[in-house]
């Protein structure tokens, strides 16, 4: 079995190099060693989060981090195993950047979504409570995923609950992002259903929200 570590240095190397057959060739070739959907939560993510650092820190500029984020999603929708799932009742459902643009975790949670088959509406980044709210109502989502960077964005998250609860609409809530993997009861105190700390989670977590709906 290949080093996890030098597989993760390699695809982030092509990553910064725009090189887009070399990261795809590092994926193809560690999918000898793992299952396909493992790879977006044991290479892909780590490989996002260290060039997200890069930049954070000077190392790295905006734009490979941008492009980064392109070629992972297009790996992600050409690699990954798409299943067939168009006569399955699909519930209304939508993903968001909640309060800011920090948009690398949902676009890999979008990408492994519809691979899965799944038909979800991506509600972009940035968008503010009233917005989100209007949006739900208007689509009439049954399902929404809220991806969150900055802690205050996810205390938000309560107040969304609340204008969703007074117009009367029931909406199943799965939160993820860093502030509730720093605390692990955050979600349940800002309303939400479910928490996912991996990619992969929320595959099981959507299932398990559309079992409870139907």
């Known amino acids: 079995m290949a080093n996890i570590e ?18 795809r060739d590092t994926l193809v070739e560690s999918g000898k060693d793992f ?7 044991k290479i892909i993510t780590p490989a996002l989060e260290r060039i997200g650092e890069k930049w954070k820190n000077g190392d790295a500029a905006l734009s490979q ?23 399955e009742n699909f ?8 309060e800011d643009y920090h948009v690398l975790g949902k676009r890999i949670v979008l990408s492994i979504l519809r691979a899965g088959g799944f038909t979800i509406s991506d509600y ?30 996810a205390l938000h998250i309560r107040d969304v609950r609340e204008k969703l609860e007074n117009l009367g609409l029931d909406v ?9 993997r720093f605390d692990d009861m955050l979600w349940k105190n800002v309303g939400a259903d479910a928490m996912g700390r991996t990619a992969a989670d929320a595959v099981r977590l959507t299932r398990k929200m559309m079992e409870e709906i139907s």
Not at 66 to 80: D, K, N, P, R, V
Request: hydrophobic share 45%; glycine share 6%; charged share 25%.
């Open 65 to 87: 981090v941008y492009m980064s984020g392109i070629i992972c999603e297009e790996l992600l929708s050409t690699l990954l195993p798409q299943k067939d799932l168009s006569q």
């Open 124 to 153: 972009g980044a940035g968008i503010q409570v009233d917005k989100l709210v209007e949006k739900i109502q208007k689509d009439n989502i049954k399902i929404l995923l809220i991806s969150t960077l900055m802690f205050p964005s």
């Open 172 to 180: 199943k809530i799965i939160v993820g992002g860093a502030p509730f």
């Open 6 to 23: 030098e597989i993760i240095k390699k695809f982030e190397y092509a990553l910064l190099s725009v090189d887009r057959l070399a990261a």
């Open 91 to 98: 519930p209304p459902m939508a993903i968001v950047t909640f």
């Open 35 to 41: 299952e396909e959907t493992d790879v977006p939560d």
